[in-house]
């Protein structure tokens, strides 16, 4: 898509509610100019996307516009509210997809290890939950290969030898 590196741009923007960009820090982001019509028409900032493939860039990362300053040359984009995510969750956008945590569900120490992270991070409680849980899965993965990597016990036979018979079989 060609309005990707916008999309991924606003994903990883931690501000918890409003985001001002210049339409030169935009077109930085992109890495081409806006057209004219981004410079010169509202409508080309609307949170349609229909027809509008650059507006999905900001609504499936999240955000809506809300304030345009063509005179200025810049936009404000705002968070959108997650539907369907109770009071007291920590909502956050994978894949296009609201997910929250719901708070109450999770042990102090869990909470207060998501406070912890945020608070060192620098980033909401929704981008502290991602950073542990890609944390995690990072993680897993070692341990995963780590245990691929161990030498089959004595008379264990390697799968890869099954395979080779079954095919040299035929």
Known sequence: MKYEPLK???????????LRM????????????????AR????????TRIGHTHA????DAGWKTSALDLAG???TFVREAVRGVAEGAAPFRHRG????????????????????????AGVPRDAAVALLLNALAVERRRALLAD????????????????REDRDGR
Do not use: C, K, M
């Open 40 to 47: 010169e028409h509202q409508a080309w900032w609307s949170n």
């Open 148 to 163: 691929l990597a161990q030498p089959l016990p004595a008379g264990a036979t390697d799968v890869a030898v099954l395979v």
């Open 97 to 120: 997809e609201d997910l929250a945590v719901p708070l109450d569900l999770l042990s102090p120490a869990a909470a207060q290890l998501i406070d912890r992270q945020a608070s060192a």
């Open 22 to 37: 210049a339409f030169d820090e935009i077109e930085a982001v992109l890495g081409f100019p806006l057209p004219r019509s």
């Open 56 to 59: 999905a860039a900001w609504l």
């Open 73 to 75: 040359r810049g936009v």
């Open 8 to 18: 991924r741009h606003l994903e990883g923007a931690y501000d918890p509610g409003e």
